[in-house]
């Protein structure tokens, strides 16, 4: 029998299943329809949770956007990497219909676990994290979880329209930017470059919760090469509209898996800002949320921040 394809309205509280009701669901891998239920959603289990938007059409990094089936993502619950060495890419963690239940009431203090929910939580905790060399996760999973979308496939979108999570204003915009950006064959005009040349990443050491403002244009070329990246790092257009705003240091990021190879590398002087992620109309409304890094020479600490460092160093 074909399975329904399930609607969880924005907004909608929900309860995550426990960690017996989910381990039933899954797999020999530990996994949902090819998505792995991740050791670090654990610490959900049982908590009450609103719905953030729905994760039928999500962007997979060197796919292109790409369909679920039966998903969401829930406000705030993030994967903290910490059965994956520490990742700092702080992802938004993808939900299956399966492992959540609406909210029939008010929400209730959640109580003792069985014996059977302990056992299934520590089933749970021990999931495969490596295949060899390689880390897995949601996000290295992505592809094998999801299905191709037509390029010009615009039902996802409407469908977002109503659900509430597009505006039909947005959603020209988005067509009329589309249609731009292939007619130019990728509108590198709105690609902020610089001029060739090492490029420094800055030497601010920035702590959480300081405050910055990202420079203003003129000084940020002078820290882009002219593939507009900075050793290596992209200042995508997604985050034109950040330029000259203050913005507080979420975390500082050290280490991130790289979802095409499930790799990890390091990176230096480079923060994640509260309130600068990627869903923008540039990326045609992605709803992952990812967070928009940042080298420490885009960035100067507000006068603030500043005095607050003087005072802790001396």
Same mark, same amino acid.
């Given at each position: 029998?074909?399975?329904?394809? $399930? ?6 509280? %929900?309860?995550?299943? *426990?960690? *017996? ?16 239920? %991740? ?28 369909? %679920? ?12 990497? @910490? ?30 676990? *069985? ?9 749970? /905790? ?7 060399? /390689?880390?897995?996760?949601? @996000? ?11 390029? $010009?496939? =615009? &039902? ?35 690609? !902020? ?10 030497? !601010?050491?920035? &702590?959480?919760?300081?405050?910055? =403002? ?19 790092? +992209? ?22 898996? !790289?979802?095409?190879?499930?790799? %990890? ?19 045609? +409304? ?10 420490? *020479?885009?960035?100067? /600490? ?13």
């Amino acid at each position: 029998m074909k399975r329904e394809t $399930w609607r969880s309205p924005r907004a909608q509280l %929900m309860r995550v299943k *426990s960690p *017996s009701e989910i381990w039933k669901t899954l797999d020999a891998d530990g996994k949902l329809d090819g998505l792995p239920f %991740m050791p670090e959603m654990v610490v959900y289990c049982g908590s009450y949770i609103r719905v953030h938007r729905s994760a039928r059409r999500t962007c997979v990094v060197g796919h292109g956007f790409r369909e %679920m089936k039966d998903a969401v993502f829930l406000q705030d619950a993030r994967c903290d990497g @910490s059965f994956h060495d520490h990742c700092h890419r702080a992802c938004l963690l993808f939900w299956k219909k399966e492992w959540l239940a609406p909210a029939e009431a008010a929400p209730v203090a959640q109580s003792e676990w *069985s014996a059977d929910d302990a056992a299934a939580a520590e089933r749970l /905790r021990r999931l495969p994290t490596r295949d060899g060399p /390689r880390y897995t996760c949601q @996000s290295t999973a992505l592809k094998a979880a999801t299905t191709a979308l037509h390029r $010009w496939d =615009v &039902r996802p979108l409407l469908r977002e329209i109503v659900a509430g999570e597009l505006s039909l204003s947005d959603f020209v915009r988005i067509l009329i930017r589309t249609l731009r950006r292939r007619a130019s064959g990728g509108n590198p005009k709105r690609q !902020l470059i610089g001029a060739a040349g090492q490029k420094s990443r800055g030497s !601010l050491d920035l &702590r959480r919760d300081e405050w910055v =403002v990202l420079k203003p244009i003129e000084e940020l070329r002078k820290q882009l090469d002219e593939h507009g990246r900075n050793c290596g790092l +992209n200042f995508p257009p997604t985050m034109h509209h950040a330029i000259g705003r203050s913005y507080r240091v979420a975390f500082p990021v050290r280490q991130i898996i !790289l979802e095409q190879t499930g790799t %990890m590398v390091k990176l230096n002087n480079t923060v994640a800002l509260d309130g600068l992620l990627c869903e923008g109309l540039d990326v045609a +409304n992605c709803p992952r949320g990812e967070y928009l890094y940042c080298r420490e *020479s885009w960035l100067q /600490r507000t006068a603030e921040s500043a005095d607050r460092v003087g005072e802790h160093r001396a």
